[in-house]
């Protein structure tokens, strides 16, 4: 069954600190890759996607995510936090022509 | 460019009433089209999709329906709303492979 773990409901780091948040994904074929961004009351924002090629992704907002087939991952990275990036974000994958699995997302809480 | 519309932004119905949801999108011709909820607390739930008009694929049972009458134009509807029906509910449409999302509409049944 095709799923996304998003293993951390939760993060808060520091303004100006860097960022990790993991993705992990079952999928019985290699997948495209999204990370989508939610403000509060708000619609979904693509951030960056994956498709083939480098496993090294940049996004908008200074976002990148690597790609690691071995460990079925898509982290989303980010060198410098900014108050601004505080929401809730999302992991996704799916193939051409099918429905996107989304995981539960990481709410994002970012201190001063 | 692609714009999606959805209307209305907020509403507050009563148990029991019906309800109409309405997504539109700009700029693209013969898109997927999809309905999310989210509720409180909850990450993203799929209740229908659509390939093309009249086409509407169901994912999970519940009161709710959905039409695509028009091309770019798809609906959710209830006859008759239950508590549960509260939530944030998000129009997506995708072409190849991304989705691209409107801003939603909060529900609230009182």
């Known amino acids: 069954a095709q799923s996304v773990t998003q293993p951390d409901i939760h993060i808060t780091v520091s303004e100006g600190a860097s960022l990790e948040l993991r993705c992990n994904y079952s999928?019985?074929?290699?997948?495209?890759l999204f990370w989508y961004v939610q403000s509060p009351g708000q619609g979904l924002q693509l951030l960056l996607k994956?498709?083939?090629?480098?496993?090294l992704v940049q996004g908008i907002k200074g976002f990148e995510a690597e790609f690691k087939r071995s460990q079925s991952s898509f982290n989303l990275r980010k060198p410098s936090v900014h108050w601004s990036d505080a929401a809730e974000y999302f992991c996704?994958?799916?193939?051409?022509?099918?429905?996107?699995?989304f995981g539960a997302g990481t709410i994002l809480r970012v201190k001063s | 460019s692609q714009t999606i519309h959805q209307w209305p932004a907020t509403l507050v119905q009563p148990v029991g009433s019906p309800l109409s949801l309405e997504c539109t999108v700009e700029?693209?011709?013969?898109?997927?089209l999809y309905w999310y909820r989210q509720a409180a607390g909850r990450g993203l739930q799929l209740l229908f999709y659509s390939v093309g008009i009249g086409q509407i694929s169901s994912e999970v049972p519940q009161n709710l329906s959905a039409s695509r009458p028009q091309d770019r134009q798809f609906i959710l509807s209830s006859k008759k709303l239950l508590l549960s029906d509260s939530g944030f509910y998000l129009c997506?449409?995708?072409?190849?492979?991304?989705?691209?999302f409107g801003p939603g509409t909060r529900l609230t049944v009182t």
């Open positions: 997506a449409w995708s072409g190849k492979y991304e989705q691209y």
């Open positions: 994956y498709f083939s090629g480098d496993t």
């Open positions: 999928y019985g074929a290699t997948p495209y």
């Open positions: 996704a994958v799916g193939r051409y022509g099918n429905k996107l699995v």
């Open positions: 700029g693209t011709s013969n898109p997927n």
